[in-house]
């Protein structure tokens, strides 16, 4: 199958999407405990376009190890790569382990559930849904993307209904869905063949706002707050700038009297605005009253001298017409 979706467009689309630069090749490690056991660690984006899964393949097969694991926490990834390394653990003669470390979702789902034994913490989660994708195209290239689409979910139901206890039209509507399952539900759905409480296990710290159920455990994942949002928070709080670096250089041990004189600080700067707009609306308020009582003398005076001019004229008509009637030449 021609896999013409992987170009550089689609490629940037899909880095955009995860928040997660093009050149980030680093998605696994493996560690050789002794001759005979050793530990993968699959803890990111699987396959293209950040890093193909084919080196991967290579260096598990190559692995003779009787015991391996593979460790994992991903946001999932690349249906095609997932699949190869699905084919990969399948056939090799160890009979791999998986556990689910934090985050098993999407691709990473299906990986998950090619462990012979399959293991996962008390606080883990595993997500399977539709396969999805985005490109640009024609009705006609857009219509064999959905057919392929549809043949994907198709084996991905298949796999999935045999390495757990859910029926295919159960598992078609879950991934219809976008199901996402803790530990203990996987657990009765067959995807958790054992679950671990005795030790921590990784968190999850993807972008998965691409996805539309994510359980509010997850939202705030690759988004750890730093010293900088810290200091905002405290300063946006009422706190001076040399306050809020001094709380956060004793990590947040204030004591009870600095938080009261952090109070007292923000309601001393709140009164401070309100007493600086009081006086701003005093000012504008006499501005005011002094403008409509010098537009109010003008228009007294005005109307003085409109007085006066009428007067002068009265005047001179009272004169003329004395003169008229006293028969004297007016001069």
Request: aromatic share 10%.
């Amino acid at each position: 199958m021609k896999l013409s979706y992987r170009n550089d467009k689609n490629a940037k689309f899909i880095s955009d999407t995860y928040n997660k630069p093009l050149n980030s090749p680093d998605w696994y490690k493996i560690t050789n405990i002794s001759d005979d056991e050793a530990e993968i660690y699959l803890m990111d984006f699987i396959g293209w376009p950040f890093c193909p899964a084919d080196e991967f393949v290579k260096q598990l097969a190559s692995m003779t190890q009787s015991k391996i694991t593979i460790r994992i926490n991903s946001p999932g990834g690349d249906v095609w790569d997932a699949n190869s390394i699905f084919n990969a653990i399948r056939r090799h003669k160890s009979k791999p382990t998986t556990c689910v470390e934090s985050l098993a979702a999407s691709a990473a789902s299906y990986i998950f559930v090619a462990g012979y034994k399959k293991l996962a913490y008390k606080n883990a989660m595993i997500m399977i849904h539709e396969p999805m994708t985005g490109m640009y195209g024609n009705q006609f290239e857009l219509r064999e993307t959905a057919d392929i689409l549809s043949q994907v979910s198709e084996t991905l139901v298949d796999m999935y209904a045999d390495h757990t206890n859910v029926g295919k039209r159960e598992l078609r509507e879950m991934m219809k869905a976008e199901t996402w399952l803790n530990a203990k539900t996987a657990k009765e759905k067959g995807f958790i063949d054992e679950v671990i409480e005795s030790r921590k296990g990784a968190k999850a710290e993807f972008d998965l706002s691409i996805f539309a159920n994510v359980p509010e455990e997850f939202i705030a994942s690759g988004d750890e707050p730093t010293i900088r949002k810290y200091e905002k928070a405290l300063r946006d709080a009422g706190a001076s700038k040399n306050t809020a670096k001094s709380i956060l250089a004793r990590g947040f041990k204030a004591t009870e009297q600095e938080f009261q004189e952090l109070e007292e600080e923000r309601i001393k700067n709140e009164l401070e605005v309100a007493a600086n707009l009081k006086s701003e609306q005093e000012k504008l308020a006499a501005e005011k009253l002094a403008a409509e009582a010098e537009e109010l003398e003008i228009a007294n005076q005005r109307e003085a001298d409109d007085f006066q001019s009428i007067l002068r004229e009265l005047k001179d008509h009272t004169q003329n017409y004395y003169n008229v009637l006293t028969n004297q030449e007016v001069k």
